[in-house]
């Protein structure tokens, strides 16, 4: 697109700028804008709803990861969770973390009762077997490992919706995980 077309399309309201030297379509999601505005990913419960599963409530701002290090004024910061974490290449293309990573980040990062609707329901959708995450588990910091075993070891596909999934979280949290969901 040269110059002229760009410029044409900002007057026309067909494109927006996000930040120097990147733009969008006007109709583009908050969290999708935010991620571009700055150079990050989408993340954490933002990257649950980009990839359409349940959450206990959607977040109250877009959930955006951004690269280690990477220095952002307050004031673009602002009305974005922002946190700093390792961020591939191919995560920043995608410009929303993967299923595994997207599962693995709010089980160490959000409380059980946030966290466990949104592992159910990867389950539920197919994006993320038991096995890889058991498997993940030996690989994340110690940082939030014990929180996140909590969740990956009590995800299942067997809760109906977010709700059930909530007060599955807060049954493990009173008594240890001994309800199970749906029995016939």
Request: include cysteine.
């Amino acid at each position: 697109m040269s110059r002229h077309q760009l410029q044409r399309a900002l007057a026309e309201a067909r494109a927006v700028r996000a930040a120097h030297g990147r733009y969008c379509l006007p109709n583009l999601d908050q969290a999708m804008m935010a991620a571009v505005r700055l150079n990050g990913v989408i993340g954490h419960r933002s990257a649950a709803l980009a990839h359409g599963w349940e959450l206990r409530r959607p977040p109250p701002e877009p959930e955006i990861i951004v690269p280690r290090h990477r220095d952002i004024l307050q004031a673009k910061r602002q009305g974005v969770a922002v946190r700093w974490r390792a961020v591939s290449a191919a995560e920043l293309e995608a410009r929303v973390t993967p299923p595994l990573r997207t599962v693995l980040d709010v089980a160490r990062d959000l409380p059980l009762e946030e966290a466990l609707p949104i592992a159910d329901s990867a389950r539920r959708a197919g994006a993320i077997s038991p096995r890889e995450m058991r498997g993940a588990i030996a690989g994340l910091p110690r940082t939030g490992r014990s929180r996140a075993e909590t969740v990956l070891l009590n995800a299942s596909a067997a809760p109906a919706n977010a709700f059930e999934s909530t007060l599955r979280a807060h049954c493990i949290e009173a008594v240890g995980p001994l309800m199970v969901p749906q029995v016939s």
